[in-house]
């Protein structure tokens, strides 16, 4: 796919093409986090209906799509570190919108097990990776944060504002015709970011982004140091980390995909727009949060923070899920979720560099995808087994708690000396941190 003149069109902005590649980052994030992960709260209580089997069936089939994009998330990773993000996101335009298209003709169970596990191939290919990855070229120090951080606005923006959207279109249609729709708007999108962003701003004759005070006196190229994933893995810090995350991203994400069925459950009418509330405050607030993130130093401290407040904000749900304890919820979801997808790249890049982003997080990625998998499809069991959600949401909030303790003993391990040591081996400047 031949891309237009960007160098020109970079020439004639008034501010850094980089800065262009993070807006059509957030918009190309927010279209498909809608299509293929808050539409998923949606097409769970209206698929099974519509197939007249369990909801646990129909959770298994989004999560074994789970499994296939945790799965592909090293390879992908590994392929970009190698040859880049453009490539990838190049190959995003068919893969992703030709499966959401065809699963949204499934007529059984195995169709859509089958459809979705293609969709989240080819999701793989467009998010959190590629983008996160492209951030790391564009940007450097404090800029790198701000723009891992501004990035993340796009999904939480696709809660915000499909969510509510796709649920008016599920209901006054179906959801075939919603899938279908999400679909087109996912082709839309990537068509576009195919044709605007580019690896390294070196390749239209820019230098990367960087505040005036870390700004470099020379033109020799920024360095890029970091472990590989390898490395990574045999440290105690990536298992540390990849377990907190995979508690914290299995309530995260199975409250999310079972949100709307729990408050059916229990009888609340106001579920889904309490929902998209609490996606709308993470979307605001996301982005004054991941400006102020060039400033943050101690980013182990701030993800210990803004995980427990989800174990507590889930515990207040299932106590009081109509007054108090939803507004409860929805404030310190939306405000504590709006840090929740930074998270993984700002920790990946301050404990282990920026060299190997991709492989390194397409591993991390693995771990933690995989934690939502047993969790969603456990607590739709455990809901078809006793008719109620109280008790898995229960353990999504203990699970929160441990994960919170996990990110702060890793923060420990890469403090350390030895930690410290291998990062100065892999190229760190000893002005680093």
Not at 22 to 41: D, E, H, L, P, R
Not at 63 to 73: E, R, S, W
Not at 314 to 333: F, H, K, Q, R
Request: charged share 10%; with cysteine.
């Amino acid at each position: 796919m031949k891309g237009p003149p960007v160098g020109a069109i970079a020439r004639r902005l008034p501010f850094h093409y980089g800065w262009l590649i993070v807006v059509v980052a957030i918009v190309a994030n927010t279209i498909t986090g809608g299509a293929m992960f808050w539409t998923t709260s949606v097409y769970v209580p209206a698929i099974s209906e519509d197939f007249g089997v369990g909801r646990t069936v129909v959770v298994a089939a989004f999560m074994i799509g789970q499994t296939v994009f945790a799965l592909a998330g090293p390879f992908v990773g590994r392929y970009i570190d190698s040859n880049g993000a453009v490539r990838v996101i190049r190959l995003s335009v068919f893969v992703a919108p030709a499966a959401l298209v065809l699963t949204s003709f499934a007529e059984a169970p195995w169709q859509l097990f089958v459809g979705w596990s293609i969709a989240s191939i080819g999701r793989t290919f467009i998010m959190p990776i590629p983008f996160n990855w492209v951030m790391t070229r564009w940007f450097e120090g404090r800029r790198r944060q701000t723009a891992l951080g501004l990035v993340t606005v796009g999904f939480g923006l696709g809660g915000a504002t499909l969510l509510p959207l796709y649920k008016v279109l599920e209901e006054r249609t179906d959801w075939h015709t919603t899938m279908l729709v999400s679909g087109i708007a996912v082709l839309v999108i990537q068509m576009i970011a195919a044709l605007l962003v580019r690896n390294h701003p070196a390749d239209i004759g820019l230098r990367p982004v960087v505040s005036a005070d870390e700004r470099r006196l020379d033109d020799l190229p920024a360095i890029e140091w970091g472990l590989s994933a390898p490395q990574a893995l045999r440290t105690p810090a990536f298992w540390l980390m990849s377990s907190g995350l995979m508690l914290f991203f299995i309530g995260q994400g199975s409250i999310t995909t079972l949100a709307i069925d729990f408050f059916d459950s229990r009888n609340v009418t106001a579920g889904a727009a309490a929902l998209s509330i609490a996606a709308l405050i993470r979307t605001i607030a996301r982005i004054p949060i991941g400006i102020a993130l060039g400033r943050v130093t101690r980013v182990y401290a701030l993800a210990v923070v803004v995980i427990l407040s989800q174990g507590v904000a889930t515990l207040a749900l299932v106590i009081d899920p109509a007054s108090v304890g939803l507004v409860t919820w929805v404030t310190l979801w939306g405000l504590g979720g709006a840090f929740g997808p930074m998270l993984e790249p700002l920790l990946i890049t301050r404990t282990f560099g920026v060299r190997h982003f991709g492989a390194v997080s397409g591993s991390q990625q693995m771990v933690t995808t995989g934690g939502q998998v047993f969790g969603t499809i456990g607590g739709a069991a455990l809901y078809d087994l006793l008719g109620s959600y109280t008790l898995p949401f229960f353990i999504y909030s203990a699970g929160v708690g441990v994960g919170a303790g996990l990110v702060a003993l890793c923060g420990m391990i890469a403090m350390r000396p030895v930690h410290q040591a291998r990062l100065l081996a892999s190229g760190r400047p000893d002005t680093a941190s």
